[in-house]
């Protein structure tokens, strides 16, 4: 089985893509939805230990998590050491349970793959890429979203640059959905098993 992971910055289209392979009959497994998951459930209790009154109801609650981070990095790494973690088991189990089921291929949707040395937890890395002044204006349109916002997300991701160069395939969703779409379907080819003949 080969397990692929899909990343990229902010505002490039990613979440389109991971559902374009989904479309296809690749089974993924959301990182941003685990952690939603998460939150409603194991890791609760444990980032209510570490930061007191954002558990509301049994899950937590994200604006207040938010305020308990923002601009304060020492707790957001104490935050990304409760979560990333249990994410990480999350997507193990979705592997295994694919890799049971027989399934030639699985996608990792995981913003933050290279971030969090994810690489070793993949066969192939596909990157989601667009025009920078393109990813500026989709992420600008998003409620709630300022510049000043925008530039602290870039400035704790890896470059769109240098995840390009690390990457086994590029995906640029600047030409529009039936181009990255195209470009999933050349993937998904390259990879079948008929394709890449034993192994």
Request: charged content about 25%; aromatic content about 4%; proline content about 6%.
């Given at each position: ?11 490039m289209g990613k979440s389109t893509t991971a559902k374009m392979f989904a479309d ?171 394709e890449s003949g034993p192994g």
């Open positions: 089985m080969i397990v692929l992971g899909l990343t990229g910055s902010i505002g296809e009959g690749v089974p993924v497994h959301d990182s941003d939805a685990a952690v939603h998951r998460l939150y409603a459930g194991a890791a609760a209790p444990l980032i209510e230990a570490r930061f007191p009154g954002v558990v509301v109801d049994g899950a937590v609650d994200r604006s207040r998590l938010a305020q308990a981070v923002l601009g304060n990095p020492e707790a957001l790494k104490a935050l990304e050491a409760i979560i990333h973690p249990l994410v990480r088991a999350d997507a193990d189990a979705f592997v295994a349970e694919h890799r049971a089921r027989g399934a030639p291929i699985v996608l990792l949707d995981a913003p933050l793959l290279f971030e969090t040395g994810g690489m070793d937890r993949v066969d192939r890395i596909v990157v989601v890429s667009a025009p920078a002044e393109e990813q500026r204006a989709r992420v600008l349109r998003r409620p709630g979203m300022t510049e000043e916002k925008f530039e602290a997300i870039l400035a704790r991701q890896v470059p769109d640059a240098e995840k390009r160069r690390r990457a086994d395939f590029v995906i640029d969703t600047g030409g529009g959905k039936e181009t990255a779409r195209a470009a999933v379907r050349t993937i998904l080819a390259a990879l079948s098993p008929d």
